[in-house]
T-cell receptor
Framework: AQTVTQSQPEMSVQEAETVTLSCTYDTSESNYYLFWYKQPPSRQMILVIRQEAYKQQNATENRFSVNFQKAAKSFSLKISDSQLGDTAMYFC???????????FGGGTRLMVKP | EPEVTQTPSHQVTQMGQEVILRCVPISNHLYFYWYRQILGQKVEFLVSFYNNEISEKSEIFDDQFSVERPDGSNFTLKIRSTKLEDSAMYFCASRETRGPLNEKLFFGSGTQLSVL
């Protein structure tokens, strides 16, 4: 079984600044995958970034990057140069190697202020 | 970019009634999923579907729920006798191959189900 925990229910950041969202997970899988999803007010789930656990290099996607600490079971998301359009709920999620099911954390509501 | 389409966007029903939520996955995708999100709570896995049968289901997916791919394009979730606690946003998702989930899972915009 997998569990995902996001300890920050809400965060705010000034436009153009950097913010880091925290996520910890627990799994008994030998290999697994980690994801950050964005859910804007439209409530559609949009993949932001993904990380394969066997890869040591942290994933990056433009302004989004992760800090993957496997031993600590930590997977934080860093958003650089925050934009107003980044305002959304952010969900951390994990998947086992079979990839048939995502387990989500409780979400962090991010507000980017002008 | 291709999209997963869900209809309706909002459905209101009376407790005890049957509802069918509809999804049109991306055309070349083979694996289909339903998730739900009760307001203010986590997104929860319900069921996965491949080759016209259920691959995996959660404890939430009890006998009141069923899924079907009635034709080559639609993927439906049926709730036979709705309960108040079934009120939630229901997300359909699809992807092309099963693999180790190293390619993108596409989500639809969701159907908000309100049971009165």
């Amino acid at each position: 079984a997998q569990t995902v925990t996001q300890s920050q229910p809400e965060m705010s950041v000034q436009e153009a600044e950097t913010v880091t969202l925290s996520c910890t997970y627990d799994t008994s899988e030998s290999n697994y995958y980690l994801f950050w999803y964005k859910q804007p007010p439209s409530r559609q789930m949009i993949l932001v970034i993904r990380q394969e656990a066997y890869k040591q290099q942290n994933a990056t996607e433009n302004r989004f990057s992760v800090n993957f600490q496997k031993a600590a079971k930590s997977f934080s998301l860093k958003i650089s140069d925050s934009q107003l359009g980044d305002t959304a709920m952010y969900f951390c999620a994990s998947s086992n190697n079979a990839g048939n099911m995502l387990t989500f954390g409780g979400g962090t509501r991010l507000m980017v202020k002008p | 970019e291709p999209e997963v389409t869900q209809t309706p966007s909002h459905q209101v029903t009376q407790m005890g009634q049957e509802v069918i939520l509809r999804c049109v996955p991306i055309s070349n995708h083979l694996y289909f999923y339903w998730y739900r999100q009760i307001l203010g709570q986590k997104v929860e896995f319900l069921v996965s579907f491949y080759n016209n049968e259920i691959s995996e289901k959660s404890e939430i997916f009890d006998d009141q729920f069923s899924v079907e791919r009635p034709d080559g394009s639609n993927f439906t979730l049926k709730i036979r006798s709705t309960k108040l606690e079934d009120s939630a946003m229901y997300f359909c998702a699809s992807r092309e191959t099963r693999g180790p989930l190293n390619e993108k899972l596409f989500f639809g915009s969701g159907t908000q189900l309100s049971v009165l």
